[in-house]
Protein backbone atom coordinates (compact mmCIF):
# COMPACT_ATOMS: atom_id res chain seq x y z
CA UNK A 1 0.00 0.00 0.00
CA UNK A 2 1.25 3.24 -1.09
CA UNK A 3 2.22 5.24 2.26
CA UNK A 4 2.92 9.20 2.41
CA UNK A 5 4.88 10.74 5.31
CA UNK A 6 2.86 13.01 6.97
CA UNK A 7 3.87 15.85 8.97
CA UNK A 8 3.75 14.63 12.50
CA UNK A 9 1.48 18.39 13.42
CA UNK A 10 -0.98 17.21 10.65
CA UNK A 11 -1.35 13.51 11.48
CA UNK A 12 -2.12 15.10 15.13
CA UNK A 13 -4.83 17.32 13.33
CA UNK A 14 -6.48 13.83 11.27
CA UNK A 15 -6.41 11.65 14.50
CA UNK A 16 -7.60 14.46 16.85
CA UNK A 17 -10.66 15.06 14.04
CA UNK A 18 -11.03 11.13 13.79
CA UNK A 19 -10.85 10.46 17.20
CA UNK A 20 -13.88 13.01 17.95
CA UNK A 21 -16.00 10.91 14.91
CA UNK A 22 -15.05 12.81 12.31
CA UNK A 23 -13.38 11.73 8.49
CA UNK A 24 -9.90 13.29 8.17
CA UNK A 25 -7.24 13.17 5.06
CA UNK A 26 -4.61 15.18 3.16
CA UNK A 27 -5.99 16.10 0.15
CA UNK A 28 -5.20 17.85 -3.27
CA UNK A 29 -1.65 19.40 -4.31
CA UNK A 30 -0.43 17.65 -1.32
CA UNK A 31 -1.19 14.24 -2.07
CA UNK A 32 -0.09 14.77 -5.62
CA UNK A 33 3.22 15.93 -4.77
CA UNK A 34 3.75 13.09 -2.30
CA UNK A 35 3.48 10.56 -4.69
CA UNK A 36 5.67 12.63 -7.65
CA UNK A 37 8.44 12.68 -5.08
CA UNK A 38 8.74 16.18 -4.43
CA UNK A 39 8.33 18.24 -1.20
CA UNK A 40 4.48 19.84 -0.96
CA UNK A 41 4.76 23.14 -0.14
CA UNK A 42 1.35 23.09 1.91
CA UNK A 43 -0.27 19.97 4.19
CA UNK A 44 -4.39 20.35 3.39
CA UNK A 45 -6.55 18.89 5.18
CA UNK A 46 -10.52 18.01 4.27
CA UNK A 47 -13.03 16.57 7.38
CA UNK A 48 -16.48 15.75 7.18
CA UNK A 49 -16.17 18.10 10.62
CA UNK A 50 -18.30 21.42 10.31
CA UNK A 51 -15.97 24.52 10.75
CA UNK A 52 -17.55 25.34 14.29
CA UNK A 53 -16.37 21.26 15.17
CA UNK A 54 -13.00 22.20 13.89
CA UNK A 55 -12.34 25.12 16.25
CA UNK A 56 -13.82 23.28 19.12
CA UNK A 57 -11.30 20.43 19.26
CA UNK A 58 -7.96 23.20 18.94
CA UNK A 59 -6.95 25.85 21.14
CA UNK A 60 -5.94 27.53 18.61
CA UNK A 61 -7.62 28.42 15.14
CA UNK A 62 -7.60 31.10 12.37
CA UNK A 63 -11.28 31.89 10.55
CA UNK A 64 -9.43 32.03 6.80
CA UNK A 65 -12.19 31.23 5.27
CA UNK A 66 -15.15 29.75 7.32
CA UNK A 67 -18.28 30.56 5.24
CA UNK A 68 -16.32 28.03 2.24
CA UNK A 69 -15.55 25.52 5.36
CA UNK A 70 -11.80 26.66 5.93
CA UNK A 71 -10.08 26.85 9.35
CA UNK A 72 -6.50 27.38 9.95
CA UNK A 73 -5.29 25.57 12.46
CA UNK A 74 -1.66 26.67 14.48
CA UNK A 75 0.67 25.16 16.28
CA UNK A 76 3.41 28.02 16.84
CA UNK A 77 3.56 29.89 14.05
CA UNK A 78 2.95 26.74 11.63
CA UNK A 79 -0.62 26.78 9.85
CA UNK A 80 -2.94 23.98 8.45
CA UNK A 81 -6.27 24.82 6.10
CA UNK A 82 -8.60 22.04 7.59
CA UNK A 83 -11.66 22.21 5.12
CA UNK A 84 -15.20 20.73 5.75
CA UNK A 85 -16.41 18.80 2.69
CA UNK A 86 -18.55 20.44 0.62
CA UNK A 87 -20.95 21.02 -2.62
CA UNK A 88 -20.60 24.03 -4.91
CA UNK A 89 -23.59 26.02 -5.76
CA UNK A 90 -24.28 27.47 -9.34
CA UNK A 91 -21.59 29.40 -10.94
CA UNK A 92 -22.71 32.49 -12.58
CA UNK A 93 -19.29 34.60 -13.16
CA UNK A 94 -16.77 32.08 -14.06
CA UNK A 95 -15.10 32.40 -10.88
CA UNK A 96 -17.00 31.60 -7.53
CA UNK A 97 -19.84 29.91 -6.58
CA UNK A 98 -23.09 31.84 -5.72
CA UNK A 99 -23.43 29.22 -2.31
CA UNK A 100 -21.68 26.69 -0.20
CA UNK A 101 -23.43 23.75 1.31
CA UNK A 102 -21.00 21.35 3.79
CA UNK A 103 -21.65 17.80 3.20
CA UNK A 104 -20.71 14.31 5.00
CA UNK A 105 -19.47 12.91 1.71
CA UNK A 106 -15.76 12.54 0.24
CA UNK A 107 -16.65 11.78 -3.20
CA UNK A 108 -18.81 14.27 -3.14
CA UNK A 109 -16.27 17.08 -2.32
CA UNK A 110 -14.12 15.52 -4.75
CA UNK A 111 -16.54 15.91 -7.80
CA UNK A 112 -16.08 19.99 -7.25
CA UNK A 113 -12.19 19.57 -7.80
CA UNK A 114 -10.31 20.99 -11.08
CA UNK A 115 -8.13 18.01 -12.35
CA UNK A 116 -7.69 14.35 -11.17
CA UNK A 117 -4.23 14.64 -9.29
CA UNK A 118 -5.73 16.77 -7.46
CA UNK A 119 -8.52 14.57 -6.58
CA UNK A 120 -6.71 12.27 -3.85
CA UNK A 121 -7.10 12.28 -0.62
CA UNK A 122 -4.64 10.10 2.04
CA UNK A 123 -4.21 8.92 5.54
CA UNK A 124 -2.78 6.37 7.54
CA UNK A 125 -5.53 3.84 8.41
CA UNK A 126 -7.03 3.98 4.32
CA UNK A 127 -4.38 5.01 2.47
CA UNK A 128 -5.26 6.71 -0.90
CA UNK A 129 -8.60 7.49 -2.01
CA UNK A 130 -8.23 7.82 -5.92
CA UNK A 131 -12.03 7.54 -7.42
CA UNK A 132 -11.05 9.50 -10.31
CA UNK A 133 -8.18 7.84 -11.51
CA UNK A 134 -5.83 10.74 -10.72
CA UNK A 135 -3.18 8.17 -9.57
CA UNK A 136 -3.75 6.42 -12.99
CA UNK A 137 -2.88 9.86 -14.59
CA UNK A 138 0.10 10.89 -12.52
CA UNK A 139 1.50 7.46 -14.24
CA UNK A 140 0.58 8.48 -17.97
CA UNK A 141 1.74 11.96 -17.04
CA UNK A 142 -1.11 14.01 -17.96
CA UNK A 143 -3.43 16.55 -17.01
CA UNK A 144 -7.34 16.02 -16.93
CA UNK A 145 -10.39 17.79 -15.51
CA UNK A 146 -12.34 16.05 -13.03
CA UNK A 147 -15.80 14.97 -15.10
CA UNK A 148 -17.05 17.22 -17.63
CA UNK A 149 -13.96 19.64 -18.21
CA UNK A 150 -16.82 21.83 -19.68
CA UNK A 151 -18.27 22.64 -16.17
CA UNK A 152 -14.96 22.67 -14.52
CA UNK A 153 -14.18 25.25 -16.66
CA UNK A 154 -17.84 27.23 -16.31
CA UNK A 155 -17.04 27.20 -12.80
CA UNK A 156 -13.94 28.41 -12.47
CA UNK A 157 -12.54 30.17 -15.41
CA UNK A 158 -8.71 30.48 -13.95
CA UNK A 159 -8.45 26.56 -14.16
CA UNK A 160 -8.13 26.88 -17.78
CA UNK A 161 -4.36 28.74 -16.89
CA UNK A 162 -4.08 26.26 -14.27
CA UNK A 163 -4.22 22.59 -15.96
CA UNK A 164 -1.20 24.85 -18.75
CA UNK A 165 0.52 25.84 -15.48
CA UNK A 166 0.93 22.44 -14.10
CA UNK A 167 1.52 21.07 -17.53
CA UNK A 168 4.64 23.41 -17.48
CA UNK A 169 5.53 22.55 -14.06
CA UNK A 170 5.02 18.76 -14.26
CA UNK A 171 5.85 18.26 -17.63
CA UNK A 172 2.91 16.72 -18.20
CA UNK A 173 0.36 16.49 -21.54
CA UNK A 174 -2.80 17.91 -21.39
CA UNK A 175 -5.63 15.11 -22.07
CA UNK A 176 -7.29 16.07 -25.42
CA UNK A 177 -10.98 16.40 -24.54
CA UNK A 178 -9.66 19.06 -21.88
CA UNK A 179 -7.96 20.78 -24.65
CA UNK A 180 -10.42 21.03 -26.45
CA UNK A 181 -12.37 22.64 -23.57
CA UNK A 182 -9.97 25.06 -23.31
CA UNK A 183 -9.89 26.22 -26.84
CA UNK A 184 -13.88 26.43 -26.54
CA UNK A 185 -14.42 28.63 -23.18
CA UNK A 186 -10.89 30.75 -23.26
CA UNK A 187 -12.83 33.62 -23.41
CA UNK A 188 -14.38 33.08 -19.73
CA UNK A 189 -10.94 34.13 -18.93
CA UNK A 190 -11.66 37.83 -18.87
CA UNK A 191 -13.97 37.76 -15.97
CA UNK A 192 -10.92 36.42 -13.98
CA UNK A 193 -9.02 39.74 -11.91
CA UNK A 194 -5.24 40.50 -13.37
CA UNK A 195 -4.17 39.16 -9.87
CA UNK A 196 -4.99 36.26 -10.53
CA UNK A 197 -3.90 35.56 -13.61
CA UNK A 198 -0.39 37.34 -13.02
CA UNK A 199 -0.33 34.32 -10.42
CA UNK A 200 -0.65 31.68 -12.81
CA UNK A 201 1.22 33.45 -15.78
CA UNK A 202 4.11 33.96 -13.48
CA UNK A 203 4.34 30.14 -12.24
CA UNK A 204 4.25 29.05 -15.66
CA UNK A 205 6.83 31.11 -16.92
CA UNK A 206 9.18 30.41 -13.79
CA UNK A 207 8.29 26.33 -14.54
CA UNK A 208 10.96 23.95 -15.89
CA UNK A 209 8.78 23.96 -19.32
CA UNK A 210 8.10 27.85 -19.98
CA UNK A 211 7.85 27.14 -23.34
CA UNK A 212 4.41 25.77 -22.66
CA UNK A 213 2.76 29.55 -22.82
CA UNK A 214 3.40 28.40 -26.50
CA UNK A 215 0.17 26.06 -26.17
CA UNK A 216 -1.51 29.11 -23.85
CA UNK A 217 -1.14 30.38 -27.43
CA UNK A 218 -2.37 27.97 -29.29
CA UNK A 219 -5.31 26.91 -27.41
CA UNK A 220 -6.58 30.98 -27.28
CA UNK A 221 -5.54 31.74 -24.03
CA UNK A 222 -3.30 34.79 -24.30
CA UNK A 223 -5.29 35.66 -26.85
CA UNK A 224 -7.43 36.44 -23.99
CA UNK A 225 -5.16 37.36 -21.33
CA UNK A 226 -1.85 38.27 -23.11
CA UNK A 227 -2.86 39.47 -26.84
CA UNK A 228 0.41 41.32 -27.13
CA UNK A 229 2.37 37.99 -27.27
CA UNK A 230 -0.31 36.46 -30.18
CA UNK A 231 0.86 39.30 -32.04
CA UNK A 232 4.67 38.58 -31.38
CA UNK A 233 4.03 34.65 -32.46
CA UNK A 234 2.98 36.40 -35.77
CA UNK A 235 5.79 38.67 -36.41
CA UNK A 236 8.21 36.63 -38.76
CA UNK A 237 12.09 38.46 -38.55
CA UNK A 238 13.35 37.79 -41.96
CA UNK A 239 16.97 39.27 -41.50
CA UNK A 240 20.24 37.67 -41.20
CA UNK A 241 20.48 37.90 -37.48
CA UNK A 242 16.90 36.15 -37.26
CA UNK A 243 15.66 32.40 -37.59
CA UNK A 244 12.42 32.66 -35.79
CA UNK A 245 9.18 34.66 -35.42
CA UNK A 246 9.51 37.39 -32.49
CA UNK A 247 7.38 34.78 -30.53
CA UNK A 248 9.14 31.47 -30.92
CA UNK A 249 12.68 33.98 -30.41
CA UNK A 250 11.35 35.19 -27.53
CA UNK A 251 10.56 31.61 -25.91
CA UNK A 252 13.95 30.17 -26.66
CA UNK A 253 15.36 33.24 -24.59
CA UNK A 254 12.94 32.51 -21.39
CA UNK A 255 14.22 28.94 -21.69
CA UNK A 256 17.80 30.09 -21.37
CA UNK A 257 17.45 32.63 -18.43
CA UNK A 258 17.20 31.80 -14.67
CA UNK A 259 13.84 31.39 -13.25
CA UNK A 260 13.65 34.73 -11.76
CA UNK A 261 10.76 37.02 -12.07
CA UNK A 262 11.50 39.73 -13.52
CA UNK A 263 14.19 37.81 -15.75
CA UNK A 264 11.70 35.04 -17.28
CA UNK A 265 9.42 38.28 -17.56
CA UNK A 266 11.91 40.41 -19.12
CA UNK A 267 12.90 37.67 -21.64
CA UNK A 268 9.16 37.16 -22.75
CA UNK A 269 8.67 40.76 -23.04
CA UNK A 270 12.37 41.92 -24.30
CA UNK A 271 11.21 42.22 -28.29
CA UNK A 272 7.43 43.14 -27.31
CA UNK A 273 7.77 46.71 -29.23
CA UNK A 274 9.13 44.50 -32.21
CA UNK A 275 5.63 44.26 -34.43
CA UNK A 276 4.57 47.55 -34.11
CA UNK A 277 8.19 48.78 -35.27
CA UNK A 278 8.41 46.66 -38.19
CA UNK A 279 9.76 47.90 -41.50
CA UNK A 280 10.71 46.19 -44.39
CA UNK A 281 13.42 46.61 -47.31
CA UNK A 282 15.19 44.71 -49.23
CA UNK A 283 17.74 43.91 -47.19
CA UNK A 284 15.00 42.86 -44.98
CA UNK A 285 13.16 43.41 -41.36
CA UNK A 286 14.34 45.93 -39.17
CA UNK A 287 12.86 47.44 -36.35
CA UNK A 288 14.26 50.42 -35.49
CA UNK A 289 13.92 51.78 -31.84
CA UNK A 290 11.69 48.67 -30.75
CA UNK A 291 13.71 48.72 -26.94
CA UNK A 292 12.57 52.10 -26.28
CA UNK A 293 8.95 51.47 -27.94
CA UNK A 294 9.08 47.70 -25.83
CA UNK A 295 9.84 49.49 -22.64
CA UNK A 296 6.31 51.46 -22.48
CA UNK A 297 4.42 48.38 -23.77
CA UNK A 298 5.85 46.22 -21.15
CA UNK A 299 5.45 48.95 -18.45
CA UNK A 300 2.06 48.87 -19.68
CA UNK A 301 1.31 44.84 -19.81
CA UNK A 302 2.49 44.11 -16.17
CA UNK A 303 0.97 47.68 -14.61
CA UNK A 304 -2.44 45.74 -16.26
CA UNK A 305 -1.68 42.26 -14.86
CA UNK A 306 -1.08 43.89 -11.43
CA UNK A 307 2.69 43.72 -10.57
CA UNK A 308 4.63 45.73 -8.06
CA UNK A 309 5.91 48.96 -9.24
CA UNK A 310 9.90 47.10 -8.40
CA UNK A 311 9.31 44.71 -11.04
CA UNK A 312 7.87 46.41 -13.66
CA UNK A 313 10.80 48.88 -13.16
CA UNK A 314 13.49 46.57 -13.27
CA UNK A 315 11.84 44.61 -16.31
CA UNK A 316 11.17 47.73 -18.19
CA UNK A 317 14.96 48.70 -17.75
CA UNK A 318 15.63 45.62 -19.14
CA UNK A 319 13.50 45.65 -22.19
CA UNK A 320 15.40 48.91 -22.96
CA UNK A 321 19.23 48.11 -22.14
CA UNK A 322 18.51 44.69 -24.02
CA UNK A 323 19.95 44.99 -26.70
CA UNK A 324 22.83 47.41 -25.56
CA UNK A 325 26.52 46.72 -26.64
CA UNK A 326 26.18 44.97 -29.86
CA UNK A 327 26.26 47.94 -32.32
CA UNK A 328 29.67 49.16 -32.28
CA UNK A 329 32.92 49.28 -30.35
CA UNK A 330 32.12 50.07 -26.81
CA UNK A 331 34.75 52.03 -24.71
CA UNK A 332 35.83 51.76 -21.05
CA UNK A 333 34.49 55.21 -20.60
CA UNK A 334 31.25 55.03 -22.45
CA UNK A 335 30.14 51.66 -21.03
CA UNK A 336 31.26 53.77 -17.18
CA UNK A 337 28.40 56.23 -18.71
CA UNK A 338 26.19 53.93 -19.80
CA UNK A 339 26.62 52.04 -16.95
CA UNK A 340 25.42 54.62 -14.67
CA UNK A 341 22.47 55.15 -17.00
CA UNK A 342 21.71 51.58 -16.80
CA UNK A 343 22.01 51.17 -13.08
CA UNK A 344 24.83 49.06 -11.88
CA UNK A 345 22.32 46.34 -9.84
CA UNK A 346 20.99 45.74 -13.36
CA UNK A 347 23.90 44.48 -14.85
CA UNK A 348 24.11 40.68 -13.88
CA UNK A 349 20.58 40.57 -14.96
CA UNK A 350 21.28 42.34 -18.15
CA UNK A 351 24.21 39.64 -19.33
CA UNK A 352 21.90 36.61 -18.03
CA UNK A 353 19.21 38.41 -20.70
CA UNK A 354 21.80 39.69 -23.43
CA UNK A 355 23.45 35.97 -23.88
CA UNK A 356 20.40 34.38 -24.17
CA UNK A 357 19.35 36.21 -26.54
CA UNK A 358 21.97 36.11 -28.59
CA UNK A 359 21.88 32.08 -28.23
CA UNK A 360 18.55 32.61 -29.34
CA UNK A 361 19.34 34.16 -32.74
CA UNK A 362 20.36 32.76 -36.05
CA UNK A 363 24.28 31.75 -35.84
CA UNK A 364 25.12 35.10 -38.02
CA UNK A 365 28.06 36.50 -36.02
CA UNK A 366 26.89 34.79 -32.86
CA UNK A 367 30.63 34.28 -32.01
CA UNK A 368 31.31 38.12 -32.18
CA UNK A 369 28.28 38.84 -30.25
CA UNK A 370 29.47 37.01 -27.27
CA UNK A 371 32.39 38.38 -27.59
CA UNK A 372 31.57 41.83 -26.84
CA UNK A 373 29.74 40.46 -24.13
CA UNK A 374 32.51 39.32 -22.71
CA UNK A 375 34.41 42.57 -23.24
CA UNK A 376 31.01 44.85 -21.52
CA UNK A 377 31.76 41.97 -18.31
CA UNK A 378 35.62 42.75 -18.09
CA UNK A 379 34.76 46.52 -17.82
CA UNK A 380 32.29 45.48 -15.51
CA UNK A 381 34.43 43.88 -13.01
CA UNK A 382 37.41 46.21 -13.52
CA UNK A 383 34.54 49.23 -12.35
CA UNK A 384 33.29 47.44 -9.59
CA UNK A 385 36.86 46.37 -7.99
CA UNK A 386 37.92 50.01 -8.68
CA UNK A 387 34.82 50.87 -6.88
CA UNK A 388 34.29 53.63 -9.62
CA UNK A 389 31.70 55.92 -8.98
CA UNK A 390 28.83 55.83 -11.30
CA UNK A 391 26.02 57.86 -9.04
CA UNK A 392 25.04 61.03 -7.11
CA UNK A 393 24.87 59.17 -4.03
CA UNK A 394 29.01 57.54 -4.70
CA UNK A 395 30.35 60.67 -5.40
CA UNK A 396 32.92 61.90 -2.70
CA UNK A 397 31.04 65.16 -2.21
CA UNK A 398 27.32 66.07 -1.21
CA UNK A 399 24.77 68.64 -1.34
CA UNK A 400 25.32 69.87 2.44
CA UNK A 401 29.12 70.08 1.21
CA UNK A 402 28.82 72.49 -1.55
CA UNK A 403 26.51 74.73 0.98
CA UNK A 404 29.19 75.29 3.53
CA UNK A 405 31.21 76.14 0.97
CA UNK A 406 28.69 79.10 -0.29
CA UNK A 407 26.61 77.51 -2.57
CA UNK A 408 22.55 78.44 -1.92
CA UNK A 409 20.21 75.15 -1.21
CA UNK A 410 18.17 74.78 -4.03
CA UNK A 411 18.29 73.76 -7.82
CA UNK A 412 21.75 74.29 -8.49
CA UNK A 413 22.72 72.26 -6.04
CA UNK A 414 21.33 69.28 -7.67
CA UNK A 415 22.98 70.48 -11.64
CA UNK A 416 25.98 71.35 -9.73
CA UNK A 417 25.84 67.21 -8.21
CA UNK A 418 24.92 66.17 -11.47
CA UNK A 419 27.83 68.10 -13.25
CA UNK A 420 30.63 66.78 -10.78
CA UNK A 421 29.06 62.84 -11.31
CA UNK A 422 29.98 64.16 -15.33
CA UNK A 423 32.86 65.03 -14.13
CA UNK A 424 33.89 61.08 -12.47
CA UNK A 425 32.22 59.77 -14.98
CA UNK A 426 35.14 60.91 -17.70
CA UNK A 427 37.59 60.80 -15.02
CA UNK A 428 36.80 57.88 -11.86
CA UNK A 429 40.01 59.40 -10.01
CA UNK A 430 38.46 63.12 -9.82
CA UNK A 431 36.13 61.28 -7.39
CA UNK A 432 38.27 62.87 -4.29
CA UNK A 433 35.59 65.59 -1.96
CA UNK A 434 38.89 68.51 -2.16
CA UNK A 435 38.95 67.79 -6.33
CA UNK A 436 35.62 68.31 -6.66
CA UNK A 437 35.09 71.23 -4.24
CA UNK A 438 37.87 72.38 -6.75
CA UNK A 439 35.53 71.71 -9.97
CA UNK A 440 32.74 73.59 -7.93
CA UNK A 441 34.66 76.28 -7.69
CA UNK A 442 35.85 76.54 -10.96
CA UNK A 443 32.39 75.69 -12.25
CA UNK A 444 30.43 78.90 -10.21
CA UNK A 445 33.32 81.27 -11.20
CA UNK A 446 32.61 80.43 -14.55
CA UNK A 447 28.83 81.46 -14.28
CA UNK A 448 29.97 84.77 -12.69
Not at 277 to 297: C, I, L, P, W
Not at 363 to 385: A, D, F, N
Request: one cysteine or more; charged letters at 30%; proline letters at 3%.
Amino acid sequence: MLKINIPENANRIIHTLQGAGFEAYIVGGCVRDAVLGRTPEDWDITTSARPEEVKALFRRTIDTGIAHGTVTVMFGKEGYEVTTYRVDGRYEDHRRPSSVTFTASLMEDMKRRDFTINAMAYNDEEGLVDHFDGLGDLKRRRIQCVGKPKERFDEDALRILRAIRFSAQLGFSIDEGTRQAIREQAGFLKDISAERIHIELTKLLLSGHPEEIRTACELGVTKVVLPEFDKMMETEQNNRHHMYTVGEHSIRVVQEVPPTEALRWAALLHDVGKPDTKFSDDAGDHFYRHNQVGEKMAGGILRRLKFDNATIDRVKRLVLWHDYGMGGQVTLKSFRRSLSKMGADLFPDYVCLKRADILAQSSYMRQEKLESLEVLKGYYKKIQEEKQCLSLKELAVTGRDLIEQGMKPGRDIGEMLSYLLECVLEEPEQNQKEILLQLAGEKLAQKQ
